[in-house]
């Protein structure tokens, strides 16, 4: 099946810092979501990018298929931005839905 | 427009014993699927429900089960529970089966004993 890889596994950030999250995967999608899971267990939806590039505020995204990845940004990281963010993606002839990445646990101190 | 709901939040079962945790989508949403996550295996598909149907099913035994009513509401069961069955179950709601942004409820807790 497709594999999921997202780097760094873990991520120690001060406030104010910027930081870019990693998610490659081994075959062609036709569907990638970023999601942050907060520290009470709440999955979020962050982005569907199944190619090219969206920004919302501080957080943005950019998806090559061609090349297999995709890359998340956090500028100007604040501690609510602590938790993990997962990277999903769906196989083009869609024999299962959306399969996760194993995620980057982000921890951002004052 | 409300999110997706999940009852029970958390939930404490004994072994063999059976399991029914109850998801309502956003409104208008009509495609609800289910994942397991645990810290040794992560987030899991379960099954996906379109229009009542099931569409897709992931890699789990027969023990576990669903259902979608015609408001687009679902239910999941889990019998005969094993200690292993203990994880996040998260039910996630979008506008259509494909191609559409999923978004999650709060998921239930369950813990078995």
């Known amino acids: 099946g497709i594999q999921v890889e997202q780097s760094p596994p873990d991520l120690i950030l001060q406030e104010g810092a910027n930081s870019t999250l990693r998610c490659n995967f081994s075959?062609?999608?036709?569907?990638l979501q970023w999601f942050h899971q907060n520290p009470w267990g709440q999955l979020i939806n962050l982005f569907y990018?199944?190619?090219g590039t969206k920004q919302n505020g501080r957080l943005s995204a950019t998806t090559v298929a061609t090349e297999r990845y995709s890359l998340l940004y956090i500028s100007s990281s604040q501690t609510t931005d602590s938790g993990v963010y997962f990277c999903?993606?769906?196989?083009?002839?869609?024999?299962?839905?959306?399969?996760f990445g194993t995620g980057t646990r982000l921890q951002v101190f004052p | 427009k409300a999110g997706v709901t999940q009852t029970p939040r958390y939930l404490i079962k004994t072994r063999g014993q059976q399991v029914t945790l109850s998801c309502s989508p956003i409104?208008?949403?009509?495609?609800v699927s289910w994942y397991q996550q645990t810290p040794g295996q992560g987030l899991q598909f379960l099954f996906e429900?379109?229009?009542?149907?099931?569409?897709n099913k992931g890699n789990f035994p027969g023990r576990f089960s669903g259902r979608q009513f015609s408001n687009s509401r679902s239910e999941m069961n889990v019998s005969t529970l094993e200690l292993g069955d203990s994880a996040l179950y998260l039910c996630?709601?979008?506008?259509?089966?494909?191609?559409?942004?999923?978004?999650f409820g709060n998921g239930t807790r369950l813990t078995v004993t």
């Open positions: 996630a709601s979008s506008l259509q089966d494909d191609n559409s942004p999923l978004h």
């Open positions: 999903a993606v769906e196989r083009s002839y869609n024999t299962d839905k959306l399969i």
């Open positions: 429900y379109f229009s009542e149907t099931q569409r």
């Open positions: 409104s208008g949403h009509r495609s």
């Open positions: 075959d062609s999608v036709n569907n």
């Open positions: 990018i199944p190619s």
